[in-house]
C-alpha cells in the first residue's frame, strides 16, 4: 500500500458505529450547560474587554464580541451535529479521522494538546495580574524575592 494511502485512510461510519460502545448518559442538563459555558467562554471574557475597549476599538467592542458569539454558535452547532453522528468519544480526533482521514487527525490531535498545554498557560498568565489585585499585591514577587 502507498505512504499517501495510509496517510490518507479513513474509518468508515459503518465501522465505528459497530465498533464503537455507547457512551453512558449520566450527564444532566446543567452538567452539560456548565461543561459548555466553561469550555467556551474561559478567561480572556474577564481580562480581554476591558483592554480592547480602552486601547483598540472603544465600544466597538461590543459589536465585534457579538461577531465573535455569532461564531461560536455556528462551531458549537457543528459540534452538536458531529456528536450525534458519531456517537463515540474523541472530540475532533475522531470526527477528522472519519472525515478526512488518519493525517489529518494525526494532525488535530496534536494541535488539541497543543491548544490544551497553551491554554493553560496563557490562563494562568492572565488571571494573574487578576489575583494579585484581589490579594492586594501580597504576593506579588515571591519568587523573585525568593531567588
Not at 64 to 69: L, T
Request: aromatic fraction near 10%.
Amino acid at each position: 500500500m502507498a505512504v499517501s494511502k495510509k496517510l490518507n485512510r479513513k474509518k468508515t461510519m459503518a465501522g465505528v458505529v459497530r465498533e464503537s460502545s455507547m457512551l453512558d448518559r449520566v450527564l444532566t442538563t446543567t452538567d452539560l450547560t456548565a461543561l459548555g459555558v466553561g469550555s467556551t467562554i474561559g478567561v480572556g471574557v474577564y481580562v480581554l474587554p476591558g483592554a480592547l475597549s480602552k486601547y483598540v476599538a472603544g465600544p466597538a467592542v461590543v459589536v465585534s464580541f457579538f461577531i465573535a458569539a455569532v461564531a461560536s454558535v455556528f462551531a458549537g452547532l457543528c459540534y452538536a451535529e458531529l456528536s450525534s453522528r458519531v456517537p463515540r468519544a474523541g472530540s475532533a480526533y475522531s470526527y477528522a479521522y472519519i472525515a478526512v482521514g488518519e493525517l489529518a487527525a494525526f494532525i488535530v490531535g496534536w494541535n488539541l494538546l497543543l491548544e490544551y498545554t497553551i491554554g493553560g498557560a496563557s490562563i494562568a498568565r492572565g488571571m494573574s495580574p487578576l489575583y494579585r489585585s484581589l490579594t492586594k499585591q501580597e504576593y506579588g514577587n515571591s519568587f523573585q524575592r525568593t531567588l
